[in-house]
């Protein structure tokens, strides 16, 4: 006759004629972390300098969303666009280290009230915590003419932007920088060519590199080096008496530019 299920129930004079739908709800996506908290060396490796977080996502339209962190509620809830189910909620304030995002939402129907968790989750490395520079070692801190010192500067967290122009250096220069990796770096320095009694040092001041996260470093102390690069020379030599008779002598007073000890 054509009819099926009780949507025919009026045709044979009974029912009300009524056909209930129901639609399944779209699922909520995985946050999104916000390129503008996305800080540092790039602005989509879920690296980041900054403490309160903004996320994105979608879900049901009208739905209200609530962001989880390491399973605990963070932050207010917030609502999702009624027309795209679009929606940008921001944590509470994070600690360091890695954090595990997830996001509910929770749509209210006429006769029921439906709860979606995202399916996957979110890794957030937060790290707000400033480099340093760990130490910067002389291979020889006392230096003569035609000699170097190779330094070796490590770094408390890598860096991707750590060059020698960051290095604050007197008394000599420097060359051959090398990223050993990215906490380690090493330099020669070369110290002031003729020089007699020269001292210099070298250091890393604030601001100078960052890490991924983008902190911005601390300043180093500095290491020192004391060098002569002068070479000795005779300055004068004397004579008691330049004239002798036989069986005469004349004393010689030579005088050196340095001391010498041998």
């Known amino acids: 006759d054509g009819c099926v299920s009780n949507s025919c129930a009026g045709y044979y004079g009974g029912g009300s004629g009524i056909v209930v739908v129901r639609y399944a709800l779209p699922e909520i996506a995985t946050p999104d972390l916000h390129a503008s908290d996305d800080l540092g060396a790039s602005s989509t490796d879920n690296v980041t300098s900054a403490t309160t977080l903004t996320f994105t996502g979608s879900a049901p339209v009208g739905s209200t969303v ?4 390491d399973g605990v509620a963070s932050g207010n809830t917030c609502t999702t666009s009624s027309t795209t189910g679009l929606w940008s909620c921001d944590t509470g304030v994070l600690t360091d280290g890695d954090k595990v995002i997830t996001a509910v939402s929770t749509t209210v129907l ?10 996957t989750s979110l890794t957030v490395t937060v790290d707000a915590t400033a480099p340093t520079v760990s130490s910067i070692s002389a291979s020889s801190s006392t230096l003569k003419s035609g000699e170097t010192s190779t330094l070796t500067i490590t770094l408390s967290q890598a860096s991707t932007d750590f060059v020698v122009g960051d290095i604050t250096v007197s008394g000599g220069t420097l060359s051959s920088f090398t990223a050993v990796s990215g906490t380690s770096y090493t330099v020669v320095y070369t110290p002031t060519a003729n020089t007699q009694g020269g001292s210099g040092s070298v250091s890393v001041a604030s601001g100078a590199f960052t890490d991924a996260a983008g902190n911005t470093s601390a300043a180093s102390s ?9 070479a000795p020379s005779v300055v004068s ?8 008779k036989s069986g005469q002598t004349s004393t010689l007073a030579i005088t050196l530019s340095e001391a010498s000890s041998n």
């Open 66 to 69: 609530q962001l989880y962190v």
């Open 110 to 119: 006429t006769d029921s009230t439906v709860t979606s968790t995202s399916a």
């Open 222 to 230: 500095a290491t020192s080096i004391t060098y002569d690069t002068q």
């Open 237 to 244: 030599i004397v004579a008691g008496t330049s004239t002798l």
